[in-house]
């Protein structure tokens, strides 16, 4: 469909086409839901900001545009308000309409795009032989939810893990290991990941302390890079063995990635480096090779330079990313790619971006996008750590989320006096708890530090994955209670809306559109988590305020559309979430 939005938009601009001359078919017209129906349910700004230029009275431009509108059988006529805003009202009949097309569609009315085009969403992405941490948990809530949404929206999404598998580290832990545990450089699973993480950590030591090891490391790095086969084959098992890991938090949180990790990358370097050169872009300072960046300096004024090659000759992580990125432009054909970090990595995305631009490896035609997060932060708003002071792991994490719900659940079971088996109890607990902490994460501004914190995300009241999930349940309940199968609802008497609280619920169903759109550009998935919670207010509004059960025809059907279209809604947007529903709670 066009959503409301789009065609009140198309209406405006037609009529500042035929009021003003075609110079204004470009114009925004700056609508926007109101949310006050003192306004209306849209309103436009647009006749303000024409003032100026137009050198006419706001409120004469308004009526000039309202005298234009073709818009009789959606909505009321407009009016204008204060200096000149018009205020548009939906008709009753036109969002009973919308909501049988709606009712009909097994997509909610939510269009796909044509044509398809080919986006990579790069996130999750931890690094081998150490810990996934709870940035890259973010990152990976984050990334999946925004494919998801661009999937939903028809786009060929390819969800890649850029895993950190190359590099420096691998040299310093395998010269290690032939020291202390040689056995893990040539048998499957001699460590796990724990003793990886340490064992890193203790060779980082030995690296910095000792020189002959230092020697030995940077010798493991050259084999590794020239292919020797004993080398490469301990560095595939310490992959493996990570991966193993990571495997078990993706199963968990169902996350679907491909990996496609830096040292995928390994052999365009040097030739990326060779085209920086051939650019002119290349300058040597202190020893390494660089690009000197426009409009990023450090504190005495001199630009920064991106790194591309160390004195040593090693490659660093910005030139794995520009081979990356020429590889994602000429061999995967993409027209948007999406790097899902903690905003610690802007500058970086930034040099990146600008050197690619430069050197020819990106054109115009492919957008590239940065969406950064915040840190996670512990309920006492410093860096989320265990009691003993040490990083937690991710594992415990959501470990623990599931078993707090569990005990909730426990808790209210016996209050209520219900006897459920375990199986129930375990599946409620395990979908509670993981949409819990994916939803404290989804209904954040991702661009703030956001706070750990059990007890708020699994709250059965505010802004919560219980909440909505509650809301989800209610409709099921109503189902069961009347033995009323919603998908044989009479779809051939009107829907009839008379209450404010069934008006009010209907036209915020009829918003997802909008909001799926909005943030399709904005990558914001906390728009889409408002909308829900919104959506579940208005619908309990709605259920405590009407009869639905017992109220006569066509009420009585017009309300369980209502309440069918919400729990759709209600489980469409959570799946967009990566959040499964339950149907009893
Ligand atoms: N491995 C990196 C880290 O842990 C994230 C990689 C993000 N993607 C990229 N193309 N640079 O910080």
């Known amino acids: 469909m066009t959503s409301i939005l789009e065609q009140l938009e198309n209406s ?35 006749a303000l900001s024409l003032a100026k230029p137009l050198k006419q009275n706001p409120r004469a431009i308004a009526q000039s545009i309202i005298d234009n509108l073709q818009l009789e059988d959606k909505c009321d006529p407009p009016t204008i308000a204060g200096p000149g805003f018009i205020n548009f009202t939906l008709k009753p009949d036109y969002i009973s309409e919308l909501l049988r097309k709606i009712q009909l569609d097994e997509r ?18 931890p690094n081998i032989a150490k810990e996934m941490h709870v940035g890259h ?12 949404i661009l999937e939903f929206r028809g786009y060929d999404v390819l969800r890649l893990n ?12 395998i010269a290690y290991l032939r020291e202390a545990y040689p056995e893990a450089l040539t048998t499957a699973n ?53 991966r193993q890991e990571f495997q078990v938090i993706y199963d968990l949180l169902d996350i679907k990635l491909e990996e496609r990790g830096e040292s995928f990358y390994n052999p365009f370097l040097e030739d990326i480096v060779s085209k920086l050169e051939q650019k002119g872009l290349l300058e040597e300072s202190e020893g390494a ?60 995305f930034a040099g990146v ?81 993981l949409s819990a902490v994916k939803y404290a994460d989804l209904s954040q501004n991702r661009t703030s530090d956001y706070k750990f914190d059990y007890d708020k995300m699994l709250d059965l009241k505010g802004n919560t994955a219980p909440y909505l999930l509650y809301a989800y349940v209610r409709p099921q309940g109503i189902s069961r209670k009347g033995n009323i199968d919603f998908s044989q609802l009479d779809t051939d008497t009107q829907i009839v809306l008379t209450e404010e609280a069934e008006l009010v619920l209907a036209k915020h169903i009829l918003q997802l559109e909008e909001v799926i759109k909005e943030v399709e550009s904005t990558l914001l998935p906390n728009r889409i988590s408002l909308y829900l919670f919104e959506l579940s207010q208005k619908f309990n509004q709605m259920y405590e ?41």
């Open 12 to 46: 405006v601009s037609h009529a500042l086409v035929v009021a003003f001359g075609t110079e204004l078919a470009a114009t925004d017209p700056l609508i926007a839901p109101t949310n006050n129906p003192k306004f209306g349910d849209y309103q436009s700004n647009v």
């Open 108 to 125: 909610l009315g939510i269009p796909e795009v044509q044509p398809t085009e080919k986006v990579i969403v790069d996130f999750s992405s």
């Open 137 to 148: 948990l973010r990152s990976t809530i984050i990334g999946d939810a925004i494919a998801r």
């Open 162 to 173: 850029h895993v950190g598998d190359w590099g420096t580290q691998f040299g310093m832990l």
């Open 190 to 242: 001699a460590l796990d990941i724990g003793d990886l993480v340490s064992l890193y950590k203790k060779a980082k030591v030995r690296f910095d302390e000792d020189e002959e090891f230092k020697q030995n490391a940077r010798q493991e790095v050259v084999n590794l890079q020239a292919g020797a086969e004993d080398s490469l084959h301990a560095w595939k098992l310490l992959c493996d063995q990570s």
């Open 289 to 348: 090779q660089c690009v000197f960046l426009d409009g990023f300096t450090n504190k005495d004024g001199d630009p920064l330079p991106l790194i591309v090659q160390k004195t040593d000759g090693g490659f660093n992580y910005a030139t794995t990313d520009l081979a990356a990125l020429k590889y994602r432009v000429k061999e995967d054909g993409v027209a948007r790619i999406i790097y899902v970090t903690d905003s610690g990595q802007a500058n970086h």
């Open 353 to 433: 971006f600008q050197v690619a631009k430069k050197a020819g490896i990106l054109p115009e035609s492919v957008e590239v996008v940065h969406v950064p997060f915040g840190l996670v932060l512990g309920k006492d708003g410093k860096r989320i750590k265990t009691r003993s002071g040490e990083t937690v792991k991710l594992k415990d994490l959501l470990d623990e989320a599931i078993e707090r719900a569990k005990k909730d659940l426990e808790t209210r079971l016996q209050e209520e006096g219900r006897q459920e088996t375990p199986e129930f109890i375990n599946h409620v607990a395990e979908v509670v708890g």
């Open 545 to 585: 305020q009407c009869e639905i059960l017992k109220a006569d025809e066509p009420q009585r059907t017009s309300r369980l559309i209502l309440a069918d279209l919400t729990a759709r809604t209600i489980k469409l947007g959570l799946s967009l979430l990566g959040i499964d529903v339950l149907e009893r709670m």
